[in-house]
């Protein structure tokens, strides 16, 4: 014969469902916040001030950026408003996952004929790009381009 449901036995099968449920959420929680910074810029108040200028003097250089990644090397053809690649004068770049700081890289690229590459292991999934490059006149130029390496085939970005 089964024992009865008592006050007692139903008090602590709620005290054990919420009890996990708050427990997974601290959990998910701390997670989130430890591999995360959740920053795109140190102070956002002092990065708007010089926003509008900032983004009329980028846009009048006219550049674009198509990113490739294939055989392990990741490409960056920058090409200025004529076609011709850009006339850097410092380059950065940054490439990390969308969601957590613990594999941003900062590979070193070097120019051949016109386009920016460098060896580069990425594992499959989203990344990002942070690009931060200069012009020869010191205009600087930062973009953000977010993708998806599928594996070995053919790249996924979003500007």
Not at 10 to 32: D, E, K, P, R, Y
Not at 54 to 69: F, I, M, N, S
Not at 104 to 110: C, G, I, L, V
Not at 120 to 139: E, M, N
Request: net charge positive; charged share 20%; hydrophobic share 45%.
């Amino acid at each position: 014969m089964a024992k009865p449901l008592t006050g007692r036995k139903v008090l602590l099968m709620f005290v054990a469902f919420f009890g996990l449920i708050i427990a997974v959420n601290v959990t998910m929680a701390v997670q989130a916040v430890k591999t995360f910074p959740g920053l795109e810029v140190a102070n956002s108040y002092v990065a708007s001030q010089t926003f509008d200028a900032d983004r009329a003097a980028q846009e009048r250089l006219g550049w674009t950026v198509k990113p490739a990644y294939a055989d392990g090397v990741l490409s960056l053809d920058i090409r200025d408003r004529a076609g011709q690649p850009a006339p850097l004068g410092q380059l950065e770049v940054l490439v990390g996952r969308t969601t957590m700081a613990a594999e941003d890289r900062t590979p070193q690229m070097t120019r051949t004929n016109g386009v920016y590459s460098a060896p580069l292991s990425l594992a499959p999934g989203a990344w990002l790009i942070h690009l931060s490059a200069t012009s020869a006149d010191g205009v600087l130029f930062r973009q953000r381009l977010d993708f998806f390496e599928a594996g070995g085939q053919k790249l996924i970005y979003f500007c």
